[in-house]
């Protein structure tokens, strides 16, 4: 079982749509990164957390550190929205900011 | 303060040759991560430096790879005999020197093929 898990997998998406994509780790961690990137493209750390809830935009975060979950959600989704978003983990139990990744989630936003 | 830059971004390799990978860190960062992502999977840490000096490089093959941060220019990825397994993104991250839970920005890539 992998450290860091993301679901879904694979979304679709119209336009206008509201979406939630979910990340749970099993590990202790002392920050939640989510991370956009788009087809070919390099990536982009949208959010780094460690408690509660961030917002820019259109994009909100939030975790749960005692569920060891956490969830990005966009509001009044966007075809330039589609890329891969993937969460990433600091744990105190790894060295430096070396971040485990879940294996990404491909959103796909329909106009 | 130019971000964490990669070259080249795109590299085409025949199989045995060598491949080099570059990473200048941001101004001010002296910690580097390198991070493979292969065909339709997620991203893997291979290794941690800081300048002059290998932290944790458990994610890193065996054979023939290896990674050097000197104390001037940039961090080197290095890959010997390359086969088309090899063929992925490879991307470098950095950060400052500020300890652990640091945040950590990331360069735009290196495409590798293997043909």
């Known amino acids: 079982k992998n450290e860091v898990e993301q679901s879904p997998q694979n979304l679709t998406a119209q336009e206008g749509e509201f979406i939630t994509i979910n990340c749970s780790y099993s590990?202790?961690?002392?920050?939640l990164h989510w991370l956009q990137q788009h087809p070919g493209g390099g990536i982009v750390s949208l959010f780094m957390?460690?408690?509660g809830k961030k917002k820019h935009g259109r994009l909100i975060a939030t975790i749960n550190i005692q569920e060891k979950h956490s969830s990005l959600h966009i509001t009044a989704s966007h075809p330039r929205d589609s890329a891969v978003y993937t969460c990433?983990?600091?744990?105190?139990?790894?060295?430096?900011?070396?971040?485990?990744f879940g294996e990404g989630t491909q959103l796909t936003v329909n106009p | 303060n130019a971000g964490v830059m990669q070259n080249p971004r795109h590299l085409v390799r025949r199989r045995g040759q060598e491949a080099r990978l570059r990473c200048s860190p941001m101004?001010?960062?002296?910690?580097v991560y390198w991070y493979r992502q292969l065909p339709e999977e997620g991203l893997k840490f291979m290794v941690y430096?800081?300048?002059?000096?290998?932290?944790?490089e458990s994610g890193m093959p065996k054979e023939r790879f290896s990674a050097e941060f000197p104390k001037e220019g940039p961090s080197i990825l290095r890959i010997q005999q390359v086969v088309r397994g090899d063929s992925a993104a490879y991307f470098c991250?950095?950060?400052?020197?500020?300890?652990?839970?640091?945040?950590?920005?990331f360069g735009q890539g290196t495409r590798l093929t293997v043909v």
């Open positions: 957390l460690s408690s």
């Open positions: 590990v202790g961690i002392s920050a």
């Open positions: 101004k001010g960062h002296s910690h």
């Open positions: 430096l800081q300048k002059e000096n290998i932290i944790d």
């Open positions: 990433a983990v600091m744990s105190p139990e790894t060295s430096g900011s070396r971040l485990t």
């Open positions: 991250a950095s950060s400052p020197p500020a300890g652990q839970g640091t945040e950590a920005f």
